[in-house]
């Protein structure tokens, strides 16, 4: 027979990271995207703050939305 256990082993770790791979797909993307919000009227530019989209964030020297863009 089986002995205490059964034999039903759970394999407990099957199924983790949802076959994403091990360092992200492209680079950036795992910290939320851009790195650096600018402002598409002036040109300022400024770090991303995490967990708020540029577009949220006015231009501190114009008041136009700021955009999102890669380094």
Known sequence: M???GGGQGGGGLRGV???RPAGG???GRSL???M???CPS???TQPHTRGTPCSAVPC???GTPMRG???
Request: net charge positive.
């Open 36 to 38: 650096v919000c600018r």
């Open 17 to 19: 990271g949802g076959g």
């Open 60 to 62: 501190p020297k114009c």
């Open 2 to 4: 089986f002995g205490r």
């Open 42 to 44: 002036c040109g300022h």
């Open 32 to 34: 939320g995207g851009s």
């Open 69 to 71: 863009e890669r380094c």
């Open 25 to 27: 797909s492209r680079p």
